[in-house]
């Protein structure tokens, strides 16, 4: 059965101080590893795909990164509207393209 | 290109009232989900379909029915709605392909069964 555990739960940063958002999966035959960003009240929006490790995809102030086990989403000198939850999810091989979502980083950026 | 849309945005049940939450995409996507979203919790699915016609029972299935009569419609029904069903209800869809599909999600059905 496909995992995945994100860390922390919350998340509060000063404008531009840098961090880190976990992402620790388990699944069988890594088909893609993914990143939505979801504001209050609206849907999830895609931001990045990753398939294999050593992978690193960048946007603005978001750089994702994969290893085995685990996704990292760095956001560095964040910006209040960069305030949002993180989702991640994961789809695997031997779970017919089903996406399995960890519960998400609330992240909240004061000026 | 509106996407994925779900229809009603807001509803409020009495316990044992029936009711359908409509998703609608314009992208001739071959796969639909729904997922329910609990505070605190990530997207669980509830059921899912792989084309018109066909459905399949996800993580989080009892209480709920779907249907998928027209390829770009997918529809979640309560037969009898519990306290326990009150969530968020996100629809998404994806095309059919061989690597990782990314999903488009609606905006979100709230229902809050009293």
């Known amino acids: 059965e496909d995992q995945v555990t994100q860390s922390p739960e919350a998340l509060r940063l000063q404008e531009g101080e840098s961090s880190s958002l976990n992402c620790s999966y388990t699944v069988s035959g890594l088909r893609g590893l993914f990143w939505y960003r979801q504001d209050p009240g609206k849907g999830p929006e895609f931001l990045f795909t990753?398939?294999?490790a050593g992978e690193e995809k960048e946007k603005e102030r978001l750089k994702a990164t994969l290893t085995k086990k685990e996704s990292f989403l760095h956001i560095t000198a964040p910006k209040p509207e960069d305030s949002a939850t993180y989702l991640c999810a994961v789809q695997g091989a031997t779970n017919a393209g089903k996406s399995t979502f960890g519960d998400g980083t609330t992240l909240t950026v004061k000026p | 290109n509106a996407g994925v849309t779900q229809t009603p945005k807001f509803r409020v049940l009495k316990t044992g009232q029936s009711m359908t939450l409509l998703c609608a995409q314009d992208?001739?996507?071959?796969?639909m989900y729904w997922y329910r979203q609990d505070p605190g919790m990530g997207l669980r699915l509830i059921h899912y379909s792989v084309g018109e016609g066909t459905t399949a029972k996800g993580e989080v299935p009892d209480g709920y029915n779907v249907s998928r009569l027209k390829k770009q419609n997918f529809l979640l029904g309560l037969e009898s709605a519990a306290p326990s069903q009150t969530s968020v209800y996100f629809c998404a869809s994806h095309d059919a392909g061989s690597g990782a599909n990314v999903l488009t999600f609606g905006a979100g059905s709230r229902l809050t069964v009293l």
């Open positions: 990753l398939y294999s």
């Open positions: 992208m001739n996507h071959e796969y």
